[in-house]
């Protein structure tokens, strides 16, 4: 195709009177543009065709196929639909000019010519041919660019997506790897927490054992002692020689009352001993260091112990009632663990089960002060054998319960609904660790709101 400007811009004239073809290519011709005829329009087609001209003047009134079914034609196909089309009639008839534009004319000319206005309208369509050639290519150029730009972005985003990938995948590792870490460093920390516990307790419950032993084992003396100064001291009530002086030295120090209690103190010294005695004992059962090799124990010695240390926690204070602990203890046979761990886990379990109970309170309409929502806390331990290889014990209380929300992150590391000071998080996270991990148990939790919450650790009797 030619280039669109006016230097090499080329006219095709159609009209079969060979006068106007004459007229018309002697007015164009010295304006610079190539002229190029045709007598009829099938020849202007196939001339079009091969020349692709800028411009065609085209007569409507011709033998054969007339100017507008050329013009059909010559826009219905793809070599020359953009070529522009100008009219050349008699005709005044509006009806024709507007088929005629219908049809994809740009303009008309009226014969009778006047040379001036022809060479205006050619020279008004060329400048208008050669712009929108400028234009198209300008278009084209745009969309080549375009759809670089196009590509260019898709690749970017591509790139972008896999180093995304990438950073999630590393992401993900180096989640993973702290999040082992973590777990390594809290096992290391309970590790010697629990070591310098059970070393500082067994020290502790030692100490006491000690003189609770010297207590225990002298009571009985000294109520045989005193029981022979009380008799003593009745020998000389009857016979002492001065029984107004006795009298009046046995009202002073009310001799009676000092026989009658004295005996009391000593019972209940002797009480107090034995309550000593337990906890030194259940002291040192909970915190039993664990060696190399697992030791067959009774899982009802460790809950025991666990509940007397947590004792003072379950007496009622404040607004807070006394709670009230229910065992429904099966018959078990001893079990193959790691005692202090395991311990650790009743403790971890029963403290929750006290602090849900502790904090289930609501707070008054009217006045706003807190008030207890339950005033039956209670504890339910209860253990039985299940399937002949294992045991389960199940630790419930009758609080607010767990909502699902917060039981999703129950066992995570770190996550606690605690106040700051109260909970580190670690301690359910860690129980899980020490049944699963360690023992080849199970510990799950059981809870809907206001329906307390339920422990279940299941353990295999031999590991």
């Not at 219908?102 to 050669?130: C, M, W």
């Not at 993973?176 to 870490?181: H, M, S, T, V």
């Not at 996270?429 to 510990?443: C, D, F, N």
Request: net charge negative.
């Amino acid at each position: 195709m030619k280039a669109a400007n006016m230097e090499t811009s080329s006219i095709l004239i159609v009209d079969d009177n060979p006068s106007n073809l004459d007229v018309l290519s002697e007015a164009l011709a010295g304006s610079g543009w190539e002229i190029l005829v045709a007598t009829d329009g099938e020849t202007a087609i196939e001339q079009a065709e091969y020349s692709q001209p800028d411009l065609i003047l085209l007569d409507v009134m011709m033998p054969g196929i007339d100017g507008f079914e050329t013009c059909h034609r010559l826009k219905a196909s793809p070599l020359t639909t953009e070529i522009s089309v100008i009219f050349m009639t008699a005709l005044s008839d509006i009806g024709d000019k507007v088929k005629g534009f219908n049809l994809g004319a740009v303009d008309y000319i009226t014969k009778p010519f006047e040379q001036k206005e022809v060479l205006a309208r050619v020279n008004l369509h060329l400048k208008l041919r050669s712009l929108t050639k400028v234009l198209a290519q300008q278009n084209l150029m745009l969309k080549r660019e375009i759809e670089d730009r196009l590509a260019a972005e898709a690749a970017l985003n591509q790139l972008a997506q896999e180093l995304e990938k990438r950073v999630e995948e590393r992401t993900t590792e180096l989640s993973q790897a702290l999040d082992n870490l973590k777990k390594a460093q809290v096992q290391i920390v309970q590790s010697e927490k629990m070591a310098c516990l059970g070393q500082l307790v067994a020290g502790v419950a030692h100490e006491i054992n000690n003189p609770v032993s010297f207590i225990s084992n002298n009571i009985p003396i000294a109520k045989e002692y005193i029981a022979d100064l009380i008799g003593m001291t009745r020998l000389c009530q009857h016979n002492v020689t001065s029984t107004s002086e006795f009298e009046d030295k046995s009202q002073e120090i009310e001799l009676d009352f000092i026989v009658e209690d004295l005996p009391k103190i000593i019972d209940s010294m002797a009480v107090g001993t034995e309550r000593l005695y337990n906890l030194s004992m259940s002291l040192r059962n909970f915190s039993r260091l664990d060696t190399s090799a697992l030791t067959p124990v009774n899982i009802h010695d460790g809950l025991d112990s666990t509940l007397l240390i947590l004792g003072h926690r379950l007496k009622g204070k404040g607004t807070h009632p006394a709670i009230k602990v229910i065992k429904e203890y099966g018959e078990l046979p001893l079990v193959e663990c790691y005692p202090g761990q395991i311990n650790q886990v009743f403790m971890n379990v029963l403290a929750n089960a006290i602090d849900a109970l502790e904090e289930s309170t609501i707070s008054c309409p009217l006045c706003g002060e807190k008030q207890q929502s339950n005033d039956n806390p209670q504890i339910r331990i209860s253990t039985e054998m299940l399937r002949g290889d294992r045991v389960v014990i199940r630790i419930a209380d009758n609080g607010l319960g767990i909502t699902p929300e917060i039981m999703q992150h129950l066992f995570t590391p770190m996550f606690t609904t605690k106040s700051v000071g109260k909970g580190t998080g670690l301690g359910l996270s860690i129980s899980r660790e020490i049944v699963e991990a360690k023992h080849g148990g199970t510990l799950t939790c059981i809870s809907s709101p206001e329906c307390g919450v339920e422990f279940v650790i299941e353990l295999p009797i031999q590991h």
